[in-house]
């Protein structure tokens, strides 16, 4: 009753936290100046003669920055921006504010430093990848370890987002999800829950630096963390707290959050973790599968996270192909390697012949993959998910809570 009455309170606090927020909404109107410093947490995309960035505005809004191809801005780098607001209408009916070749300067900051040194980390790891791979394949391996997709060709960029597994490759909260999943699976392998738990916890820490700082990396970090700090501690309840804190705190702290889909992916893939994926070791046979095979346990994560996201991916990635969830079955597999080999290949940047040798291990694994996409990705049977009705959503979750209810009495 008491833990009923208090999450009633923090309810409350949270409601009238977000009313007085949207009460009072900054006016922005089409063709208003603005000056804005911002610090790049990820690598502009040159897009044609263009360079393409996000910075943010009052109450945690963002406005997209297209300026000139030249001079050439990159992560960590600090800028004074001065525009004019412009709103674009988009195809799903919403609007995007944009200012168009706004006057920028570099500006220096505090964090340049520590900023500067993950730069020259990130641009070092790059480097090896695209001089030691081909295009397409360099720009996929960095995009399923680090979620780096500046590199990737347009068409296949566009494949992969037919095919329905665009999701391996975009840095955001889901892939901070599975990382953390797959990296408590391998150091278990190895060594005590409590200590690989921990290892996991420097791991999350080490992909969020090399990924490049962006705020849905820095949130589902946190509650990777938080979570895995919780089981570290032995009770799954513990992490399940853990985890309704960290999004709590963030919602408190920015209310405008919660339309974010990084937010959105990071939390509901952490949740899919917690209570989808014990599902897995439930059953005896499976449990052997997962016991034995690294593949297994990658596979009982991944599956855990996308069918805890699927309304989510559904909504935001656009267009879709009858032969994702077969696309995803045919390449799953090799994503657990790829990230080993890639993840091994950037560790050894400072000495290149190993890391190349595990970069050219990865290649034929590549190769694979991009001919799978490509292959179903012109198939026919493409459809259109223009937008998800609210009624959908709210029955999948429902009849997804039900059926790990369902289970777990099953199996007690």
Same mark, same amino acid.
Not at 8 to 15: E, N, R, T, V
């Given at each position: +009753?008491?833990?009923?009455?208090? &999450?009633?309170? %923090? ?41 393409? =960035? ?9 406005? *997209? ?26 195809? /799903?009916? /919403?609007? +995007? ?12 900051s505090k964090f340049n430093p520590i900023l500067a040194l993950t730069s020259s980390i990130r641009q070092k790891i790059i480097s090896l990848f695209v001089r030691v791979l081909p295009s397409t394949s360099s720009a996929l391996l960095l995009g399923i370890v680090f979620g780096i997709k500046g590199s990737m060709p347009k068409q296949f960029l566009d494949n992969l987002r037919i095919a329905g597994v665009l999701h391996i490759i975009a840095a955001s909260g889901m892939n901070v999800t599975i990382t953390g999943g797959f990296l408590s699976s391998l150091f278990g392998f190895f060594f005590k829950r409590q200590i690989a738990l921990l290892l996991s916890i420097f791991g999350i820490l080490f992909y969020a630096v090399l990924s490049g700082f962006g ?8 509650? &990777? ?19 309704? $804190? !960290?999004?709590? &705190? ?20 952490? !949740? ?18 997962? /016991? ?12 855990? !996270? ?7 991916? *559904?909504?935001? %990635? ?18 657990? +390697?790829?990230?080993?080999?890639? !993840? ?13 040798? =595990? *970069? ?22 493409? =459809? ?7 009624? =959908? ?5 429902? $009849? ?13």
């Open positions: +009753m008491k833990l009923f009455l208090l &999450g009633g309170i %923090f309810l409350i606090l949270l409601a009238l936290r977000f009313f007085f927020f949207y009460q009072n909404p900054p006016h922005l109107v089409d063709g208003q100046r603005v000056n804005i410093t911002t610090t790049l947490l990820s690598e502009p995309e040159n897009i044609g003669n263009f360079q393409r =960035f996000y910075a943010s505005i009052d109450r945690g809004g963002r406005i *997209l920055i297209l300026t000139s191809l030249y001079p050439q801005f990159h992560y960590g780098d600090t800028l004074a921006i001065s525009g004019n607001l412009k709103y674009r209408l988009l195809k /799903n009916g /919403n609007t +995007m504010i944009v200012v168009y070749h706004p006057k920028i300067e570099a500006v220096k705020a849905s990396i820095i949130r589902a970090s946190i509650m &990777g963390i938080l979570v895995f700090s919780a089981q570290i501690l032995g009770r799954q309840r513990m992490a399940s707290y853990g985890l309704l $804190i !960290a999004g709590y &705190g963030m919602l408190f702290v920015s209310p405008n959050i919660l339309r974010d889909v990084g937010f959105q992916l990071s939390f509901v893939a952490t !949740a899919g973790l917690l209570y989808i994926r014990p599902l897995f070791e439930k059953k005896d046979k499976m449990k052997k599968f997962l /016991n034995i095979s690294l593949v297994g346990e990658e596979f009982a994560t991944t599956i855990s !996270a996308q069918a805890a996201t699927l309304p989510i991916l *559904l909504a935001n %990635f656009g267009t879709y192909s009858i032969w994702s969830v077969a696309v995803n079955a045919l390449v799953l597999w090799t994503v657990p +390697m790829l990230m080993i080999l890639g !993840a091994i290949g950037s560790l050894f940047v400072v000495f290149e012949p190993i890391g190349k040798l =595990f *970069l050219y291990l990865s290649l034929p694994l590549l190769v694979y993959f991009e001919w799978i996409v490509n292959a179903f990705a012109n198939l026919w049977g493409k =459809f259109q998910v223009e937008k998800i009705p609210w009624e =959908f959503t709210v029955g999948y979750y429902l $009849i997804v809570g039900s059926a790990i209810l369902i289970f777990r009495e099953k199996n007690q």
